[in-house]
């Protein structure tokens, strides 16, 4: 955006990687509300597993709406399921491994490694917070402001990795996370943001989720989470190559 460039001053970046500490608040105080605000930390502790039904649009699919299936079971396995034109596109984590088969990739399968394997780790830890806060080895908890709304950010790191920042509202709810990848060309972001909760089981879990990233924008809206019903484990198993209808 040349206006940026050229402009008077840039704004200040509410995702930026540097948190500035605040004394006042501690990543257990952060992650204790954040458990209530769901609907308390048995109750999310209990969440084994979920299967939800939605839609899916995205720069794949011509921001067109298509059937999305989402698979989860704690405390790290996801498998999506995208209905796409011309084929299933599906993206797994088995809780070690991370693959995708997927139309518009450069392979038929493609098995992750680093930040997009990081990152997928991430999204499937995410789906059961009851794991959050322990997947980091170290959390720093701060402030900052976003869209005029002062937010509370935690930012967890581990050895080796680039750090995840966690933004959470007034309520103590998770509103919008923003993770790191490198690359060649940099450091990339990528930033999601949780809409709509609704209770699931005595829980309250987003049904939209907005992702964006330097090339792209993902939208995911649910119609249905069906909770602690049992999933095959086949499901979260390497998947077969991408196949054209």
Known sequence: DLSLQYGDGLPENPDRMKVFPDSRLSADEVFSRYMQALGGADRVAALASFVATGTYLGFNTG????????????????????????????????????WAAEEWR??????????????????????????????????????????DQELVVAQGTNPGQLPVNLYFDESGILVRSVRWASTPVGTVPTQA???????????????????TWTNGRNEIELSEVRPNVQIPAARFARPAPFAPR
């Open 63 to 98: 921001q067109a709406m298509v059937p999305i299936e989402i698979f989860g079971r704690a405390p790290d396995q996801r498998t999506t399921v995208v209905q796409m034109f011309d084929g299933e596109a599906v993206k797994t984590y088995d809780g070690r491994e991370a």
């Open 106 to 147: 450069q392979l038929p399968l493609m098995g992750f490694t680093g930040g997009n394997l990081t990152g997928a780790r991430f999204d499937a830890v995410v789906s059961f917070p009851a794991g959050i806060q322990a997947e980091f080895s170290e959390w720093q908890v701060g402030y900052t402001v976003i869209d």
């Open 193 to 211: 943001v949780y809409l709509d909760y609704r209770e699931v089981a005595g829980v309250r879990m987003p049904f939209r989720i907005v992702v």
